[in-house]
């Protein structure tokens, strides 16, 4: 898989569908109190693949936009 802009909003639209799912089925008590803990850490494990992949896509922007520079040179 190709990493581009457009992958990793995607991911991030859907993380958030599910972080907010998460978050309304513990708020409304709709499944029972010991899921707590692991829908907080699935939600962690998301936030954080979303930051390392906005972290990986601008390096990668960034060597591209080196490398086009010292072609251009």
Do not use: C, H
Not at 10 to 28: P, Q
Not at 32 to 50: G, K
Request: net charge positive; glycine share 2%; charged share 15%.
């Amino acid at each position: 898989m190709t990493l581009t802009s457009k992958t990793v909003n995607n991911f991030g639209y859907v993380s958030v569908v599910i972080m907010l799912t998460l978050l309304v089925l513990v708020w409304f008590r709709l499944v029972p109190d010991s899921f707590t803990i692991p829908f907080f850490v699935i939600a962690l494990v998301l936030f954080v693949v979303r930051l390392v992949l906005r972290i990986r896509l601008a390096t990668l922007e960034r060597q591209a936009l080196q490398s086009n520079k010292r072609q251009a040179t």
